[in-house]
Structures are given as structure tokens and as C-alpha cells.
């Protein structure tokens, strides 16, 4: 089969699945889905073969390739269906204007800017709901995390970024490093609609004024700057610029979801896996628990709630193949709270460990008056200051946008540095906790003071006091959006997802990855997932 017919058939099957997330949508389901192959069973079932936990990166390739292969296959996801439209005539608030539709649960939005000129004007009180965004908090860290179908892929800032292929194979020494960037990126890469900005575009336009400014300064402190790529359509982008469009990234719109431009994956895999009429996704249903029948299939228990967060019906229900892509705290709550109730007694001691923010800082700088970075910004980022080679104090700092609409002259920043530090996940009374401490994260910090340091010495700037709530708080390093671990690749699962000791349990998910991968974790975690369901597919649902 040619290529360009592999890709007419995946934009057929797109179409097909987000007609049906439009139905859905439309009439108010909870199940999404499209005729089941098997036309002597309903499309929503309380039993499948296949199982799949969550529809983030990971889970959603799980469920487009068991789709494929013919393998009916359940979703089951804690968050809603995005694809309604609100009072104002759009699915997602912008970051200006936060009501309901922003927090997962929340009477007040929970962004990681605190204030401004150290006022309380960023965030807003709202009424709960089951928004796109979530903070969990943790006694020393803070995580966000994406809700609803797509997960993070909603939230998140599209950056779409390939790791240093040393540093993988630093972190994942088991793994066949050669295959996974001639096969499994690439395979990630183009589900996933990645594209590069125009670099003459981006050399002209008002949107990207703040990442110049910012590059003109790291390259007179003698660091490199480079462009990183996007599954934001930056063909749209440049409509939206041009007034043929409607603004979604030059609307202020980014974590709490983008109403345009944005190939989350509820338009790419997960279209795709409802397009193959092999899959099914129930949503606002969170799995508590997993056991195993006496035949060896998967029972899993099901809390589904409204949109007051009212748990309204608890389910059950079973599987052959059990996919968790649940997230690093996800999953590794499942897990845990599975052994810690005698449920699946024979995991890994390693289940909960090797957790890490991806080394996670944010920063702000004051530049001078005549360093204007432009009251209109893009909410994607485009660039990155890379100087993860550097041996002594490895970073990679994303140029992160500030789109107040008015000229600030904040450059603003989010550093991936190679922090060590790890923890651990446990689960007690009190639910899922984690051990991480302050001064693990001040390892993260002082690495990017060093940068930092560097550049402002080099322009003769200062850091900015008033973004994080406190007076003398320069660094953020107390929440990240990359969460790493919990179920390392290798350690607590085989070196392709199988969890140890249990059959037919996978995992597809950031719980793989040890903590740090170095950039924006969405790209690796789809590969993994790629890699696994490859290797599954042919060797353990073969009959």
C-alpha cells in the first residue's frame, strides 16, 4: 500500500471520528464512538477486549492502533468531551478572560503567574466545574495536568520537540536508540501534524517580537538560540495575523485550551482511532480500582460523575488487554492504590519511584525601555535558548510568551534543566502523596540562575520580582507541567510497558520515563507508546 493512500485512508477515518465527537457533543453524550465492527453488539459496552485508561499521548496511540488491528477497544476517560460550544460562542475561555470552563473543580483559577506588579489581577474567581485545566497539589510541588478527551494535548503549548538523541539513550539504555529516531519519532511526528514555523514570517511579524528581543539576548551572552517545531498549524497562525481567521493563538489562548489552530489529539490520533468504528470512548468516568477475575481478565471499577463532580454511578467493567495512560499521576495512583488494597499485590517495589519534574523552572527578566517585546504576542512559543550541552549546567529554556495586550517588557521563560533529583509516589488514607522537597527543586533553580545570570550580566538586565506572589520570588519552581515517572520503562514494567508480574497490563504513558527527558515530553511519550503497541500487537494479541 503506497504512502499517499495510507494517508487518504487516516484523513477518511479523521473525518469519520470527529463527526462522531461532534455528535456526541451535540446531542450531550457521554460514550463517543462509531458503529462497533461486531454488528451484533452495541457501540457502548460494559466489556471489551481492550481496555484503555485515560486518552492522553500515550493512551490515544494505544487506542488508534488496537483499533487498526480490528481489537474492540473501550476508552475511559475522567474528563469531559470538548467539543460544545459556551455562552460566548466558543469551546475554551482565553487566559484574560477564565470562567468556568478554565479549572477542574476549582472557585478560583490557579494560573502559574501569580500576579502582576505583585497585584492579584491574573487570576479570577469561577464556579466549579469540569474544566480543561487541573493543578494537583503535593506538599512540595504542584502539578498541571490536561482534563477532558485529549488530556494534555489541550493545554499544553504545542511544542513539539524530539529529544537529544544521547540523552535518550542515556536515560533509556534498554531501548533500541537507532530504531526509535529512524521509526518511532518519525511515526510520532507525522501522526501528530508537526510543523516548523516560516522562519521569514517569524523574522517580520509583531507575535514573535518577544522571542527576537529574548534571542538578541542570549546570543549577546554567547548562547545559541534555535527554533523548535509545533502542532500548532502555523498556516493558520498566519491567517489569524492577517485578519482571515479567527484568532486563537494571537487570541490569548493557550492552557486553558485553543479553540483553533491547534492539532490536539482529539483531531489527530483519537479522530483516527474513533474512525477505524473499532473504539469507544466513555467520558467524566474515573477507573478506581483494578483486580483480576479468576480467568485472568481485567475488572476494573468506575466512578462516572457529573458536572458538579456528584459521583452519580459506580461501574464495572472487564477486559483481556488493560492499556494505562493515565499520566505519570494517573497511573501510578491506579497502581499504587491497586497494591496498597491487596488488589495487585505482586507489583515491582519500583512502582511509584523515578519520578521528576523534568527539571521545570519558571523565570521572568526586565528588559530596558527600548527592548519593547511587543504588547501583541503569540501564545505558542517558537524557540529555545539550547545549552543542554553545556556540561557543567545543562538547560533548555523555552521563550515563553506573556500576552497581557498591553507592552510589558517581560521576557518570560520556562528552563528544562537536567536536574538529578528523583521521588517517589505513595499511597496511603490521604490519598496519592509525593516526596518531592524544596530543595530538590532548588537544584533546578540554580541552574537556571547560572543561565540566567549570564544573560543578564551580558545585557546589563535584572530578573523580574512581582510574577510569582511573593516580593523576593524570582524562581517558579514549585509546579511543573512535565511529570515525569512512577513506572520507569525497565524497572517497574519490561522494556516495552508490560508491567512485571502481570499479564497483559501495559503502560503507555510519562510514567515510562525517568524523570527527565529534556524538552517537552509530548513527542517521546508518543513514541514510546508507538514502540510498544508495534511490539505488542504482533506478540501478544496474535491468536
Known sequence: MTGKLIQRQLTRRQILGMAALQTAATLGFTRVGLQSARADEPAAVESAPAIVVGSGYGASVAALRLGQAGIRTLVLEMGRLWNTAGPDGKVFCNTANPDQRSMWFRTRTEAPLASFLWLDVVNKDITPYPGVLDRVRFSGMSVFVGRGVGGGSLVNGSMAVTPLQSWFAEQFPTVDTAEMYSTYFPRARAMLGVNTIDPAWFESTEWYQFSRVSRKHAQKAGLRTTFVPSVYDFGYMQREAAGTATRSALGQEVIYGNNFGKKSLDKTYLASALGTG??????????????????????????????????????????????????????SELLLRSRQSGTLPALDASVGAGWGPNGNTMLGRANHLWDTVGANQSTMPVM????????????????????????????????????????????????????????????????????FDRINSANATIYRYDLFGSPSRVFADDFTYHPLGGCVLGKATDNYGRVKGYPRLYVTDGSLIPGNIGVNPFVTITALAERTMARVLVEDTAP
Open 278 to 331: 473499532n473504539v469507544t470512548i466513555h467520558t467524566m468516568e474515573k477507573v478506581t480500582g483494578i483486580s483480576r477475575a479468576n480467568d485472568g481478565s481485567w475488572v476494573l471499577t468506575a466512578e462516572r460523575i457529573d458536572y458538579t463532580g456528584a459521583v452519580v454511578e459506580t461501574k464495572q467493567y472487564g477486559c483481556t488487554y488493560l492499556f494505562l495512560g493515565g499520566g505519570s499521576l494517573g497511573t
Open 384 to 451: 529555545g535558548i539550547d545549552d543542554w550541552a553545556n556540561a557543567d549546567n545543562p538547560v533548555f529554556a523555552e521563550i515563553a510568551p506573556l500576552p497581557t495586550g498591553l507592552e510589558h517588557w517581560v521576557s518570560l521563560y520556562l528552563a528544562i534543566t537536567k536536574n538529578p533529583q528523583r521521588a517517589r509516589f505513595s499511597y496511603g488514607s490521604g490519598g496519592l502523596a509525593l516526596d518531592w522537597s524544596a530543595a530538590q527543586s532548588a537544584v533546578s533553580s540554580g541552574m537556571a540562575k547560572k543561565l
